[in-house]
């Protein structure tokens, strides 16, 4: 919660330049605009499983990095390839979440689900929500629409300078969510 709040108090410094103008380069924050400004609409809360995959010292391959050491199930190895359609039922099973809180949540489209390790760790389940981050996210998310109310208002013209060009440029870095910053 601690976390959630100071990258607010970020958060308003960002607000207070780009009303001015100018862009303070918090990236967290900028993504979140990017995706309210673009309407994004996430099917999975990431990358794990599809663009990326984690090789232990056996060469098995696991979803990311942090299931490394999991007891959970690995996809393939280096030697005989990647287990496709193992993989291709787990993002599937990812994108329903009906189960779950997900399917009435207003912050669906950006989350996702959240962090599938974090799940794990907390949940015994890598598609069952973290409730008490769940919170956190959509303060984080309100948040987020509310500064982009106010730029909006104050420098209509900081989104087309700023937001734009960013999302042309192949291979921008992406943040981290804020769920893993905060773990
Ligand atoms: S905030 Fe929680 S309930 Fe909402 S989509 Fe994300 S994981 Fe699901």
């Known amino acids: 919660k601690r976390v959630f709040e100071d990258m607010k108090a970020l958060g308003r410094r960002y607000v207070e330049a780009a009303c001015r103008g100018e862009n303070i380069g918090f990236s967290n924050m900028h993504q979140l605009l990017t995706d309210i400004a673009q309407g994004t609409k996430k099917q999975v809360p990431c990358g794990a499983g599809l663009g990326m995959l984690a090789v232990d010292k056996e060469g098995d391959l696991h979803l990311c990095h942090r299931f490394v050491g999991s007891d959970q199930p690995?996809?393939?190895?280096?030697?005989?390839?990647?287990?496709?359609?193992?993989?291709?039922?787990?993002?599937?099973?990812?994108?329903?979440?009906?189960?779950?809180?997900?399917?009435?949540?207003?912050?669906?489209?950006?989350?996702?689900?959240?962090?599938?390790?974090?799940?794990?760790?907390?949940?015994?389940?890598?598609?069952?929500?973290?409730?008490?981050?769940?919170?956190?996210?959509?303060?984080?998310?309100?948040f987020g629409v509310e500064a982009?109310?106010?730029?909006?208002?104050?420098?209509?013209?900081?989104?087309?300078?700023?937001?734009?060009?960013?999302?042309?440029?192949?291979?921008?870095?992406?943040?981290r969510p804020a769920q893993e910053l905060a773990r």
């Not at 994108?95 to 799940?119: L, W």
């Not at 420098?155 to 992406?174: D, H, I, V, W, Y």
Request: charged content about 25%; overall charge positive.
């Open 74 to 142: 690995t996809y393939g190895n280096v030697d005989r390839g990647i287990d496709v359609p193992k993989l291709a039922r787990f993002i599937e099973t990812a994108q329903d979440r009906t189960e779950f809180g997900c399917k009435t949540c207003r912050i669906r489209s950006i989350c996702a689900g959240g962090c599938y390790h974090e799940s794990y760790a907390r949940q015994g389940d890598a598609f069952a929500p973290v409730y008490h981050y769940c919170d956190l996210m959509r303060d984080w998310v309100d």
């Open 148 to 175: 982009y109310v106010r730029i909006m208002q104050a420098n209509p013209a900081f989104f087309r300078t700023q937001l734009e060009p960013r999302l042309a440029r192949p291979g921008a870095a992406q943040p």
